[in-house]
């Protein structure tokens, strides 16, 4: 209840806004000014789920780091928009936006191993944020800790609450970080490869929790993966990154039916046909180019195979359809490709 | 826990068993016999055959060391050849002085190092931290003898706050008890709390730049809140280790730190008996402050296991 009331208000405040809109987000190295992002610009709406695919490196986890005002203190944001409830985060002061974290927007980070707080019990780590952000008493809190864990499916919850994290295997350690994401109801939520430390059965579990918790709780979700297996179960939109730029940005089944983007073609084309095991994204020849050695105009440019003279200029985001955009001298269309 | 304990008393007492051994056996390799103190250089050698036989230096040393043994486990670490009473009694009449200088600078040098160490971690690069760092950096390069005796010139000759030397008993007073070890204590803490703050600083450093903190930054928690909570016990973590090493060091520092302040603890009697050949009193000595460094390793192992949940499965 509380929830539904907090969320509408914030709705109504709102006006109607995306839960998260980014707006030219460019981030750069401190030391040597060379961008990390650059000019990155999408919505996620309630209820949604925006997938974010790239190759190791292509920025993935720095975006949503960016968003959370969390980046590390050698990468800073140097222009752009992070609007949460059409406020914009990268105005506020860092205090301010430490009071947006975990009220309004919440990450789930890749390595429940590490992610936790190894001397601190499980249930403790979630109650603290009841206590500290919803302003619980001890008590209350400790009961809000056991339906969130019970929620989020942990078996035996209420002995769990005191186990430390060494003692749950990594899917729970996951259940548990959800269930802290939850805690002070944020509407955003950010999962950086929440499943890719995970056993496959787990991981198809713990996506299905994502997904009843996004519908039942009108979640934004912005899921970062590796694998499109996971995106054609679970995205409405895709976002491809490539070297800290949007490659393509499209409906799930557009771009599954219509990638414009030679990197998009390239990486749905490593996908294994048979039943195979999902693999890493990893069939393209070469790498990512590294931050402060990024080749002029396109960075696709060096291992495309469509490249041309046009593509030593930066390739402009231009819409296909409607909702259908791509970052492509090729494939551009004609009057926008001149 | 119960099996971590057992496994950690287990490891004591090989390393006791290899100490005493070590002791034991080292007072062989040493030249000189206690007989050639004890008696004027005229002696005859009945004289020295007769002494020899009183205190048992005659026996094959197999049986020497099965006889100390036996005693050391029935609590007699035998009687001083010089002082004319029970190793035990010595030892425990000077046991006092010797800890309370320890455990003060210990306390100080953990306190004040680990407190500077998180400062200087939380002003990572900025100007408290380069304080802390060169303070420490002075700290681990002067020995602490040098800097009792620089205290001795500046606050008891100098300035004369303190006495320049000896030791008062606490039941003669508080005051005077506390002046009298404040000196050593202080010098001995200085020349450690470099060691702690540095180390401090790099598990505080270290801590803070692990995914669970970005966790507790993610919940919109306070930064102080974070580092407290969440940084704090994790770095102690490798501290507890550290105070280990530091407890040895500040024993064998003890040693040096009373000849400088002619304090009567354990260290002088040692050294005192080292230099007299009283053999009884070096074995008794060393053993002892082997057994003292062991407990407190086994209480931080305690501490360990009480802080560090991980540490209660291993
Ligand atoms: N602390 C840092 N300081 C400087 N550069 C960094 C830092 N962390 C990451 N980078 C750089 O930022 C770029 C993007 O890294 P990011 O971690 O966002 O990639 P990713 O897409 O999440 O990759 P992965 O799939 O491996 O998680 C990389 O080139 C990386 O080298
Ligand atoms: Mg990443």
């Known amino acids: 209840m509380r929830a539904a009331d907090t969320a509408s208000a914030r709705d109504a405040a709102s006006g109607g806004a995306p839960l998260l809109e980014v707006v030219g987000l460019t981030t750069t190295l401190v030391a040597t000014g060379a961008s990390v992002l650059e000019d990155i610009a999408f919505t996620v709406e309630a209820g949604e789920t925006l997938c974010v695919v790239g190759e190791s490196g292509s920025g993935k986890s720095m975006l949503a780091l960016a968003i959370m005002g969390l980046l590390p203190p050698a990468i800073r944001i140097r222009r752009g928009e992070i609007r949460v409830h059409g406020e914009d985060l990268a105005r506020l002061s860092p205090a301010e936006w430490r009071a947006r974290r975990g009220r309004d927007l919440a990450m789930i980070f890749q390595e429940p191993m590490t992610a936790l707080n190894p001397v601190m019990r499980a249930g403790a780590q979630v109650a603290e944020v009841l206590r500290k952000r919803r302003g619980m008493t001890d008590d209350a809190a400790r009961g809000e800790a056991l339906r969130l864990f019970e929620r989020v499916g942990i078996p035996n919850a209420r002995a769990r609450l005191s186990a430390y994290p060494h003692e749950l295997s990594g899917g729970l350690r996951q259940r548990v970080m959800i269930a802290i994401a939850l805690a002070a109801e944020a509407r955003l939520l950010l999962a950086d490869e929440p499943t890719t430390a995970l056993d496959v059965t787990i991981q198809a579990q713990i996506l299905d929790l994502l997904n009843d918790l996004r519908r039942e709780r009108g979640l934004g979700l912005m899921l970062i993966t590796h694998d499109l297996g996971v995106v054609a179960e679970m995205a409405d939109r895709v976002l491809v990154l490539y070297a800290g730029r949007m490659a393509e940005l499209a409906p799930v089944a557009a771009l599954f039916d219509r990638p414009m983007h030679p990197y998009t073609r390239a990486l749905l084309a490593s996908i294994p046909t048979s039943e195979g095991p999902r693999t890493r994204l990893v069939a393209i020849d070469g790498a990512v180019p590294a931050v402060g050695a990024m080749p002029q105009g396109c960075r696709f440019r060096p291992r495309c195979p469509h490249a041309d003279a046009r593509c030593e200029a930066v390739p402009p985001l231009v819409a296909h359809e409607p909702r259908h955009h791509a970052a492509c001298w090729a494939t551009a269309p004609e009057d926008r490709a001149s | ?314």
């Open chain 2, 1 to 314: 826990m119960i099996r971590f304990l057992a496994r950690r008393l287990a490891g004591s007492a090989v390393v006791l068993l290899l100490v005493s051994l070590l002791t034991f056996g080292l007072i062989w390799l040493v030249p000189g016999d206690p007989t050639t103190v004890l008696l004027e250089a005229s002696a005859t050698p009945e004289q020295v055959g007769r002494l020899r036989v009183a205190l048992g230096l005659d026996k094959p040393l197999p049986l020497q060391m099965l006889d100390w043994y036996g005693r050391v486990l029935s609590g007699d670490l035998g009687q001083s050849i010089l002082l004319n009473r029970s190793v035990t009694e010595a030892l425990l009449e000077r046991l006092p002085v010797t800890l309370s200088i320890a455990a003060i600078s210990l306390t100080l040098a953990v306190m004040l190092g680990v407190t500077a160490g998180i400062l200087a971690a939380l002003f990572h690069n900025r100007w408290p931290d380069q304080i802390v760092m060169s303070t420490a950096l002075f700290g681990l390069s002067v020995p602490d003898f040098w800097l009792g005796l620089v205290f001795v010139v500046v606050f008891a000759l100098g300035l004369g706050w303190f006495p320049t030397g000896g030791f008062t008993p606490i039941e003669q007073g508080v005051m005077e008890w506390a002046r009298s070890i404040a000196l050593p204590s202080l010098a001995l803490a200085l020349t450690q709390m470099g060691f702690v703050a540095r180390m401090a600083r790099a598990s505080m450093l270290d801590v803070l730049n692990q995914d669970f903190v970005r966790t507790a930054d993610a919940k919109g928690l306070s930064r102080t809140y974070v580092v407290l909570r969440h940084g704090l016990p994790n770095a102690l973590v490798p501290l507890l280790t550290v105070t280990g090493i530091i407890a040895g060091a500040l024993l064998g520092g003890t040693v040096v730190i009373e000849q400088v302040f002619s304090i009567p603890g354990v260290g002088r009697l040692i050294i005192g008996a080292i230099l007299s050949r009283d053999f009884p009193v070096i074995q008794g000595g060393l053993l002892f402050l082997a057994v003292v460094y062991l407990l407190v390793n086994l209480v931080v192992d305690i501490l360990y296991a009480a802080v560090d949940p991980r540490v209660r499965l291993a």
